[in-house]
């Protein structure tokens, strides 16, 4: 009698690397900073050069800058899965002050774009084109929130989530913008780098909602199985 023992294989561990939802908003989060550092600075230097430019129209400015800067700095918290499960409340209450921001915030951006291309570069086709621009930008930047908060209110939590990327991929046009021109001193470019940075932002939010699918669906076909315990010996003739 001859005795064979089936031993499981070995599986080396693997490595663990960041997820990359948090790699994603840790570059959103640099993009932050750099924006408020290189573009934002007049809020906090009050002889910044940047402050005649804004002084006729600064109180105009406030609530698109607070309603807006609330829905920028509150979309990420709406993307914690953690904040989500423990803390469903508080979840709830900063998702309507996220709409209560892009619904006022987007159409005093569009009153403010054209303040400035009426008054301060009359007759200007690029200014004519970036308050064109903004007016898609807020368009779809609303639709897509009003989608997110038609869908929760409806109980389809994953159409939500997915209406919700959307939107707050529209609130990044805000950013990329000026990332963009800033990084690669493209300032004579503003209105083509405005107007690619509208038209892909569903399309690249799209992309992201298809690689979360995509990573989700191979790590649950990669649940390994039961193996047999090792040790157990089998008779052979």
Known sequence: MKADIAVSPVVPRRFNWPRSKYLLFTFIGLMYAYVLWHNESFLF???????????SFKWILLPHGLAAGCALFLGPLQFSDRLRRRFTKLHRVLGRF????????????????????????????????????????????????????????????????????????CALIFIEVRVVSGVFNWDRFTEIIVWGCVAAAVPLADLVLYWQDLYRTRASLAKPGRLERPGRATEAA
């Not at 230097?45 to 002084?55: C, F, R, T, V, Y």
């Not at 570069?121 to 084109?129: L, Q, T, W």
Request: aromatic fraction near 14%.
């Open 98 to 169: 996220y709409v209560a921001g892009v619904l006022v915030g987007a159409p005093i951006g569009i009153y403010i774009q054209n303040f400035e291309g009426v008054h301060m570069y009359p007759g200007d086709p690029v200014a004519h084109s970036l308050t064109l621009a903004t007016v898609f930008d807020a368009g779809i930047w609303v639709f897509c929130t009003l989608m997110a908060l038609a869908f929760i209110l409806k109980g389809q939590v994953q159409q939500h989530r997915q209406w919700m990327t959307r939107s707050f991929a």
């Open 45 to 55: 230097n009050l002889k910044d050069s940047e402050w005649p430019h804004i002084e």
